[in-house]
């Protein structure tokens, strides 16, 4: 019974990523959101498995296609939607924008814009935790297939390894980094190859059954209390464009209609109608109510104000610079 | 008074700091046993034991990323870079993610980070391994930038730089580091932000700082013999720049004078101008402001090119006397 409950939290959950990317996506076709985005829409297993299967203690550290990360991680989508329309009431004031949703205080370390540069910060934060002798507390950092041809996830992963750091990698393979293939980007496209020479276990997995990753990255979770870090490759796909202008010309529409054939809600509810969890009534109304929620958002969202440009040069430092001796 | 070496007292700083607070350790290559490329730590770890000084391998984006990630967990890293020339290769993790993240993220959270870099010429190492690369990092907003030029200063201004809550750079002249001056043995801090007039004088500022002020101050003293009276004021922190006491020196002697050994075109020495033009010691001057610095080449090997590269005391006190006729 708590696995169905599991189950059903975790499709809503997935449920309030898409509406959330969809509605994004409406507004920006529109014009109507400044800025760009990376739209995760085929990929809510992957943070939603992969989230929810740590403890409140846990950090995370997201990606550019990041808004689902932080949704699975149970960021206020109020405060989100705010931020991506660049409100005073979202996230970071407006200030970061899609790419910078984060919460470090509640243990989100947040999205970052440059590919590569989250994993020696997570290695950082899993030192900190291993120094702080906070034991049962685990340091998640996704990243992209693309992001996996960086030197820095290399140099992570050596000290990550070396360290013995409670920290998990999760590659979340989309088969593409903008429009580039992992066939062309990879000598070897076998991403769990990657970790091997730095002794640090690999797993690979179908990224759309949401079991499947919450199973996973919970062992993952155990294992690298004890042991040091583990590499997770969550296959999966994003339906989207990379981002705002992608005309979709390096990938074929029957290659995207296949994925879109294992879209990852779509199972997850065929899953609850199999265990007898939900009713194709429930599923209906689960979604609804995400899209309600949503809504509301994007009402917050609009009517919120612009930060007040007096404080445009606030947050650059933290307290008073000039000190006095 | 008691005398140490500029590098006994960066040490100390150090030293004093990780008795008092067990949040700040030390991270960096050969910084152990070796005592890193310097010797600034010999003896640290004897004290302190490998995890609170913690040798990384050769991994500048790794390690200075790690002591990020860090530092958003609350840790109080001190990073080495073995020499200032190698932050190239962590660019990134300094200029888009230590600087950037408490704004982009609204302020919410802060990354207390000193990095420490040993830079200037000198040495024969040549243009890999004896640049002045301050401005490569002053046109960033979110850093702090320090280059203290005596003992005294060094240890009090690091002191202060492992207490403020900001990502800080820490430039420390290689030929300074055997140079002795008198410290006191109690904690002290020093004012961030605040420049030193080192020397009073009548005729000309000159505004400098590191090893620079040594030259300007012996330039001084011969110059006095001809009846020329420099007033040096040490910047020691450059962003943010004391522009207050440079305003004020200039309004007082008329004429200004700027000595750094970084390149001249695109160097800090611009900065400092501009913000005389900029201010009412703009109407002071008696004559056009001039920059004593490296010529823009590469730093030669050879010791007789090396030389002629360097600002010296010749051509300060040569630059001095043509800002009198
Ligand atoms: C250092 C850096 N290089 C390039 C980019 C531009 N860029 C943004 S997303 C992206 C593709 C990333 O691919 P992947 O890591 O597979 O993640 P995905 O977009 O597929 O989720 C690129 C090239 C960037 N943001 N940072
Ligand atoms: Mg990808």
């Known amino acids: ?66 808004h689902g990360q932080a949704i699975a991680f149970g960021t206020d989508v109020n405060s989100m939607m705010a931020e991506i329309f660049g409100k005073a009431t979202g996230l970071c004031k407006g200030k970061g ?105 690999s797993i690979s997995i179908d990224g759309n059954d949401i079991m499947g990753v919450y199973e996973t990255v919970s062992e993952a979770r155990s294992y690298v209390l004890g042991n040091g870090p583990m590499l997770i490759v969550e296959n999966t796909y994003r339906h989207m464009g990379h981002a705002k202008m992608d005309a979709n010309r390096y990938r ?61 040069a606030d947050d650059v430092f933290a307290g008073e610079v000039v000190s006095d001796a | 008074m008691r005398e140490l070496t500029y590098g006994q007292a960066i040490k100390e700083a150090m030293t004093l700091e990780m008795r008092q607070d067990e949040d700040v350790f030390l991270m960096g290559e050969d910084i152990g046993v070796y005592g890193g490329c310097f010797g600034v730590s010999l003896g640290m770890l004897e004290e302190f034991g490998p995890e609170r000084v913690l040798e990384t391998p050769i991994s500048e984006l790794g390690f200075v990323g790690a002591g990020i990630g860090s530092a958003l967990l609350k840790m109080r890293p001190i990073v080495e870079i073995m020499f200032s020339d190698f932050s190239t290769v962590c660019y990134d993790q300094i200029v888009n993610q230590a600087a950037k993240i408490r704004y982009m993220f609204g302020g919410k959270n802060s990354v207390p980070i000193v990095i420490r870099m040993p830079d200037g010429a000198g040495t024969g190492a040549a243009a890999q391994h ?8 002053t046109n960033v907003p979110g850093l702090i930038i320090i280059a203290p030029s005596t003992p005294y200063d060094a240890k009090g201004l690091l ?41 009073e004088g009548s005729d000309i500022t000159v505004a400098t700082y ?97 030389k002629n590269v360097l600002p010296t005391k010749e051509r300060i006190i040569a630059s001095a006397r043509g800002l009198m006729k």
């Not at chain 1, 992209?144 to 920290?167: I, V």
Request: proline letters at 4%; one cysteine or more; glycine letters at 8%.
């Open chain 2, 210 to 306: 590191g090893r620079m002020v040594h030259l300007c101050l012996s330039a001084a003293e011969e110059l006095l013999e001809e009846g020329i009276s420099l007033e040096v004021v040490d910047l020691r922190t450059l962003s943010p720049l004391d522009k207050r006491t440079i305003i004020e020196s200039v309004k007082k002697t008329g004429r200004l004078l700027i000595v750094h050994e970084a390149h001249k075109t695109g160097g800090f020495g611009g900065e400092i101008a501009a913000t005389v033009t900029e201010s009412e010691a703009f109407y002071y001057l008696d004559s056009p402001i001039e920059r004593c610095c490296s010529m823009d080449v590469p730093i030669p090997c050879s010791l007789e090119l090396e």
């Open chain 1, 1 to 66: 019974m708590i696995e169905n409950e599991l189950i059903i939290e975790m499709y809503k959950r997935m449920w309030l990523i898409r509406k959330f990317e969809e509605k994004i996506n409406e507004y920006f076709s529109r014009g109507e959101i400044h800025g760009t985005c990376h739209l995760c829409i085929g990929e809510e297993a992957t943070a939603v498995g992969s989230i929810f299967a740590l403890k409140k203690s846990d950090y995370v550290h997201g990606t550019h296609r990041g």
């Open chain 2, 130 to 137: 004896s640049q002045s690369p301050e401005a490569w990092y």
């Open chain 1, 252 to 312: 074929t529409k029957e290659e995207i209609n296949s994925w879109k054939q294992k879209d990852p809600i779509k199972r997850a509810g065929e899953l609850l109608l199999k265990i007898s969890a939900a009713s194709e009534q429930d599923l209906v109304q689960y979604e609804s109510d995400a899209a309600e929620r949503i809504e509301n958002a994007v009402r917050f969202a609009l009517e919120s104000p612009v930060l007040a440009i007096e404080k445009i």
């Open chain 1, 97 to 201: 924008g899609s790419m910078h949703i984060a919460d470090v205080e509640k243990r989100y370390l947040g999205s970052n814009g440059i590919l590569g540069a989250s994993m020696p910060i997570s290695v950082g934060a899993a030192l900190a935790l291993k120094k702080k002798k906070c034991e049962d507390t685990v340091v998640l950092c996704l990243f992209g297939d693309g992001s996996s041809n960086q030197g820095a996830f290399h140099e992570a992963m050596n000290l990550a390894a070396l360290w013995k750091l409670p920290l998990i990698f999760v590659c979340v393979n989309n088969l593409y980094g903008m429009s580039m293939s992992i066939d062309r980007s990879m000598s070897d496209p076998d991403l769990t190859k990657r970790s091997l020479p730095y002794g640090i276990r």
């Open chain 2, 159 to 199: 002191i202060s730089a492992i207490r403020n809550d900001n990502p800080v750079l820490f430039f420390e002249h290689k030929l300074l580091y055997g140079m002795k001056g008198e410290v006191p043995e109690e904690y002290y801090t020093l004012p961030i932000g605040k420049a030193d007039i080192k020397r």
